[in-house]
């Protein structure tokens, strides 16, 4: 019954800004490091930010270093992509993942994703 559902996806111009939104249930939220990846049709996925648990520390690829902005709460078992500035190469399905190593397992879910496409 583990669920992560993405939401906040749309169409939007070049320079304009979209907030992601990623739901959990069913899993120890707070324990799990936190990842948003992107894949547009015909390439590779993509990593593009990271969030540990709290008190950790946030990453991004280059490509988005300065623009996008990820968080988290909690309280809420939800994650988040601040996404500003966009540019058509943002275009992608963006998707949500969990992930935790303890006890010899790797835990890993994922969400199905939500469409971003950035296009005049």
């Known amino acids: 019954q583990v669920q992560l559902v993405e939401s906040g996806g749309g169409l939007v111009q070049p320079g304009g800004s979209l907030r992601l939104t990623c739901t959990t249930s069913?899993?120890?939220?707070?324990?799990?490091?936190m990842n948003w990846y992107r894949q547009a049709p015909g390439k590779e996925r993509e990593w593009v930010a990271t969030?540990?648990?709290?008190?950790?520390?946030?990453n991004y690829a280059n490509s988005v270093q300065g623009r996008f902005i990820i968080s988290r709460d909690d309280a809420k078992n939800t994650v988040y992509l601040q996404m500003n500035s966009l540019k058509p190469e943002d275009t992608a399905v963006y998707l949500c993942n969990a992930r935790r190593i303890t006890r010899g397992r790797d835990y890993r879910y994922w969400g199905q994703g939500t469409q971003v496409t950035v296009s005049s």
């Open positions: 069913g899993f120890t939220f707070s324990t799990y490091t």
């Open positions: 969030i540990t648990t709290v008190g950790g520390s946030s």
